[in-house]
């Protein structure tokens, strides 16, 4: 039996997402090889809620579906060749090895195995082709092959598009245009018009003047600043008028938002979300974070409404934007007063309390990403957390949860990746940024890019050096 290409896979391939074994397969053109130890990790997630622990489940359901038609020895390696016949097929030949050349002795586990995988790497190099590539999601596994002279890549090909896209434009137009910019068609200022631009700056010529606005079915919509500004959290800069005019607006019903940290992103949304549960637009507000801790902490977290102990340490991002808005708005009522030039700074005892009330007052919840199938989540304002640590099947999972009495605000940065299980090709944040490139006739997409950082010099100063192409 002959093969176009033969891939050797990591076992972050199969955790990322178990049918990926059927797309590499090409219909049985291509041979996968796993070895050995990579069937023992997916084993060893078979447990637990979190999506990498269902897509180990649904792998193993994969091969209940196969059937052994060839063993053989080579060297001192044994290959199970193995034909999955479902809907879809595929051959894998599953390759262990006797004794192992790696000297186990004071490596960790996690070095242990990946050097094991790239010894089968090696043999499969040395039996089937010298083309064959390794696959891993793991920059450092990757790394270890090239070393080896094994021919590798990712999931997704380096030299993927990078996804600057124009979420806001700036263009020029007429003074005598302005009195008739409101609900014109974007068209008729900017032939070059393409769906992911959702922000405008109109420049008048011959002035000083910008008018800001967004498009909504292809017209302009001037923005209101006085309504983006009347909420308990005020937006600074441009960005963050239109980031609020998105949320605020009853046209769109998803917001994706890649944002620099200190940018504000989950102090605007939360702000917003409660002026909108203030306004009866929705019942309650639910806080989804996936980040790192959540693949070992999430069974112990669960759904939790209400303010408990554990709900204030899986959530330091909710819980500190709660404590500035608390803060925030008793500024601006003493400011208000006759005597504002005494303004007492609340203790953290109050603060606590005034948490405590908001969150029942406002149905503020929080979910943890494994504990969401079966759920359907209704008249909230929902806001999805670290959206750069999901999988797309998880933000599948999630986005499927959520009915249309709701809108969805999706938060996240590509240069905070901390799950070993995606890259920024591969996250379901990425995916969605993608998605802006198309018109959508399902959904009311907005997305944005907040650049600018608002927390403090030193956050400003640690996304310049640490992020800079000259260091």
Known sequence: MSFEKVYVLDTNILLEDATNIFKLSDEK????VLPETVLDEIDSKKGGFDEINFQAREFARILENSKIIDTKKEENFKIVRLEIQTQKEAIIDVISCEEYAINTKNVALNIINDRKILEVGLFAKRHYDENTTFLSLDIMARTRAVSLDIKTDSLVGSNQEEFNYEFIKTIEIKFEDTEHLDNALITNFDSEYAPHNFNYCFKVKGSDQVILATVQNKRVVLLDEGEMRNQIITPLNKEQLFFSCGILSHFYNVLIVEA????????????????LIRQKNYQRVIYIRNSVESLDKGEDVGYLPGYEEKFRIYNHPLMDSLDYIIRTEHKRKQANKKNAENIQELDDQEVTQRIEQMIQNY??????????RGRTLSNAFVIIDEAQNMSNKTMQMVLSRVDNTCKVVILGSNKQIDNFYVNKHTNALTTLLKSTKNENSLVNIFAIKLQKVLRGPITEWAEQIFTSKNR
Do not use: D, P
Not at 260 to 275: D, E, R
């Open 29 to 32: 053109k291509n041979l996968i």
């Open 260 to 275: 620099k940290a200190g940018s504000g992103k989950t102090l605007l949304a939360l702000s917003g979300a409660l002026k």
């Open 363 to 372: 149905g503020i919840e929080t979910m943890w990403v494994g504990e969401m």
